[in-house]
């Protein structure tokens, strides 16, 4: 059993930077695939970042502005955002799952309860 839970989330200017956390419980986190998705209101859900063994994923809307990153020591996966649009208001969840394609479909077993993040124009 993993439980989730994300912090960092606020209000931001368009332009600026938020760093998003995810703590996860368990001794096993090293063998998890990591990742970020976000839900705008009236949206569906959508994926934003993976980590795994395999490498780092993105979506072309945040390459180059969001990077994923973790610490297995600390049980925690980042979400540096930099460089935030308007359209990046949402909902951030964090994910886990042992298994890389799952996770990153938006089938990972484990979910947070998620972070709102509002960039203002």
């Known amino acids: 059993q993993v439980q989730l839970v994300e912090s960092g989330g606020g209000l931001v200017h368009a332009g600026g930077s938020l760093r998003l956390s995810c703590a996860a419980s368990?001794?096993?986190?090293?063998?998890?695939?990591m990742a970020w998705f976000r839900q705008a209101p009236g949206k569906e859900r959508e994926f934003v970042a993976a980590?795994?063994?395999?490498?780092?994923y993105y979506a072309d809307s945040v390459k180059g502005r969001f990077t994923i990153s973790r610490d297995n020591a600390r049980n925690t996966v980042y979400l540096q955002m930099n460089s935030l649009k308007p359209e990046d208001t949402a909902v951030y969840y964090c994910a886990a799952d042992r298994n890389v394609p799952r996770v990153r479909a938006g089938s990972g077993d484990y979910w947070g309860q998620g972070t709102q993040v509002t960039v203002s124009s």
């Open positions: 980590i795994s063994w395999s490498g780092k």
């Open positions: 368990g001794r096993t986190f090293s063998n998890y695939a």
